[in-house]
């Protein structure tokens, strides 16, 4: 018996979600780099598709669905509001970014005044965009003795993906943070993520232009020549959404 | 924890009772690809009660399963363009990530509140009531399917049917549901697999209704 049979055996658990936490999550890890199991996990969640349709229907009660449907478009009208809160986290990230070639010029106490009105102007600007987000998703993260974290959060409006990965120092030579899409057809190369110890990596990035569900997200230590390939680097953050 | 006994499903009130995509108009993904919103509302009318029904049943919270319901079609409007044409049907996709909203938000739930409902959803059952009822017959969309999955349902051994049940619909792991059955982990896994090899073989031919 090989360590792999073991995840072949679970793969209808998997499906089920009948494995305990832990074995999800190692589970979902083998996914990132297995594409046998990927590819099973696919077909057997396709094939079982239909059997939640065991379960009677409920009438909604009168109104749900006018008003589920008022709620879902809502947020559409919105655009124009979110668009100025995310213009604005844009001008604020690209000003820390010139306050950074600045800073030679100030003095260290204009500086440090400089610096925490920036950031926490940023901090305001995510924050409020982070109000918005339908699903906020958090895990710390080490890379060299440093220990730092990644958060992704959604634009319900811009239907995009803000995220922010922090307290790492900057990738090794010649290597790169990479963020991935995880879905069902396997991993999809997003943005680099530019982190330098002091200084967050922030992206808004949209989904993956590819057929297949987006199942998570990752985060991994990438060659910086290799562009092409799928992940080959040690795996920092594997998160299932 | 058991699924809810059939009943014919009511149209909601005031409503006509929900039609499919119309022969000649582009296929309801489509539209929805496209942004159009009375496409959107269609897919609301018509999938609601079996997302309704099938998070009622899991997470037995009225307001909580309606959330569940909502987030699905916030997430379908806002993905449904990173669905594979070939790979999901648009209905196995909602009920899917229902499915997996309804686990998420019952692993949440602290543990003294899962022991509460396990004691009151098996207290209040017997070895009959465990059983899959039959469905009743219905006009609403999607009943064959409802009538296609209860027969392969009922053609598993109960034994495995009962594994299918807790995992599957329950939101049970491996050791919760040996615990509960007083059976090896190990003979849970075999009758979970051994279950979905037959599904997969019954269901697997099951065309997507909602097109």
Redesign the interface.
Request: a negative charge; aromatic letters at 0%.
């Given at each position: 018996m090989t360590p792999h049979d073991w995840y072949i055996?679970?793969r209808?658990?998997y499906?089920?979600?009948?494995?305990?936490?832990r074995e999800e999550r190692l589970f979902a890890d083998h996914l990132v780099r297995c594409e046998e199991c990927t590819r099973e996990v696919?077909t057997?969640?396709?094939?079982?598709?239909?059997?939640?349709?065991?379960?009677?229907?409920?009438?909604?009660?009168?109104?749900?669905?006018h008003q589920?449907?008022e709620?879902?478009?809502r947020?559409r009208a919105r655009w124009p509001q979110a668009a100025s809160g995310l213009a604005a986290a844009a001008a604020i990230l690209l000003a820390v970014g010139l306050g950074v070639r600045e800073r030679r010029a100030l003095s260290a106490a204009e500086l440090a005044v400089s610096d925490r009105d920036r950031q926490l102007a940023a901090l305001r600007d995510t924050l409020s965009i982070m109000r918005q987000a339908?699903h906020v998703v958090q895990r710390d993260i080490a890379m060299g003795g440093h220990k730092g974290g990644l958060v992704i959060f959604?634009d319900?409006v811009s239907?995009r993906w803000n995220v922010v990965m922090h307290g790492l120092p900057r990738a090794p030579a010649d290597s790169v943070y990479q963020f991935w899409f995880i879905?069902?057809?396997g991993m999809v190369r997003s943005v680099e993520l530019r982190c330098d110890d002091d200084r967050p990596a922030f992206a808004t990035v949209g989904?993956?232009?590819?057929?297949?569900?987006?199942m998570g997200a990752a985060v991994t230590v990438e060659p910086a020549a290799n562009r092409a390939a799928g992940p080959s680097g040690p795996m920092l953050a594997h998160i299932q959404f | 924890m058991a699924l809810p006994p059939s009943s014919r499903p009511l149209p909601e009130a005031g409503r006509p009772p929900a039609q499919l995509a119309l022969t000649g108009q582009a296929p309801l993904r489509d539209r929805l690809v496209a942004r159009d919103e009375r496409a959107l509302v269609e897919l609301i009318e018509v999938a609601s009660p079996w997302l309704l029904g099938l998070t009622q049943s899991m997470l037995r919270d009225q307001d909580e399963a309606e959330e569940v319901v909502l987030e699905v079609f916030r997430i379908a409007w806002d993905r449904v363009g990173s669905l594979g044409g070939e790979h999901e049907g648009l209905m196995p996709w909602l009920l899917r990530i229902a499915r997996n909203r309804a686990i998420d938000r019952l692993r949440r739930r602290g543990r003294w509140r899962r022991k509460a409902e396990r004691a009151e959803a098996l207290g209040g059952l017997g070895p009959a009531a465990a059983q899959f009822q039959e469905p009743d017959e219905s006009a609403s969309p999607g009943w064959h399917v409802h009538e296609a999955v209860h027969a392969a349902l009922k053609d598993l051994p109960d034994e495995q049917r009962e594994v299918v049940r807790l995992a599957y619909f329950g939101g049970f792991t491996h050791s919760e549901i040996a615990k509960e059955l007083g059976i090896p982990m190990g003979t849970v896994k075999t009758r979970l697999r051994l279950a979905f090899d037959k599904l997969r073989v019954t269901l697997a031919s099951i065309q997507d209704w909602v097109r």
């Open positions: 055996e679970n209808a658990a499906v089920a979600r009948a494995l305990e936490p696919a057997l969640q396709r094939d079982l598709g239909s059997l939640p349709m065991a379960v009677d229907p409920a009438a909604p009660r009168p109104g749900l669905s589920i449907a709620r879902v478009l947020r339908q959604d319900p239907h879905t069902e057809n989904m993956p232009n590819t057929p297949g569900a987006v | -």
